[in-house]
Nanobody
Framework: QVQLRESGGGLVQAGDSLRLSCVPSERALNTFAMGWFRQAPGKEREFVAAIRWRATFTYYADSVKGRFTISRDNAKGTVYLQMNNLKPEDTAVYYC?????????????????WGQGTQVTVSS
């Protein structure tokens, strides 16, 4: 079972930037896509961004388009989430996830393995 480990979270002020990283415990064969999700207190987990592993396709939630950028390092199997111009409403635990089959990349149920999450807190 592949395990993912997120890092890079922290406490920042509105307008600041953070870069999250997601490192797998081992290379997951047949990875179709990697995604970032987030969950704010009292809210459901929601899709943030995703990237296809063998194609240059990226996907973003409307709330982060133009501010967040997802990227990957295929050699390392690492996925990044560059977050710029952070807002207080971006405060959440951010989770990295991987899926091995095609289909929807913004659906939580499509992802088979997850990290433990990293806290991002944005103060106003």
């Amino acid at each position: 079972q592949v395990q993912l480990r997120e890092s890079g979270g922290g406490l920042v002020q509105a307008g600041d930037s953070l870069r999250l990283s997601c490192v797998p415990s081992e290379r997951a064969l047949n990875t179709f896509a990697m995604g970032w999700f987030r969950q704010a207190p009292g809210k459901e987990r929601e899709f943030v961004a995703a990237i296809r592993w063998r194609a240059t396709f990226t996907y973003y939630a409307d709330s982060v388009k133009g501010r967040f950028t997802i990227s990957r390092d295929n050699a390392k199997g690492t996925v990044y989430l560059q977050m710029n111009n952070l807002k207080p409403e971006d405060t959440a635990v951010y989770y990295c996830a991987g899926k091995t089959s095609g289909g929807s990349v913004d659906s939580i149920s499509e992802y088979g393995y997850w990290g433990q999450g990293t806290q991002v807190t944005v103060s106003s």
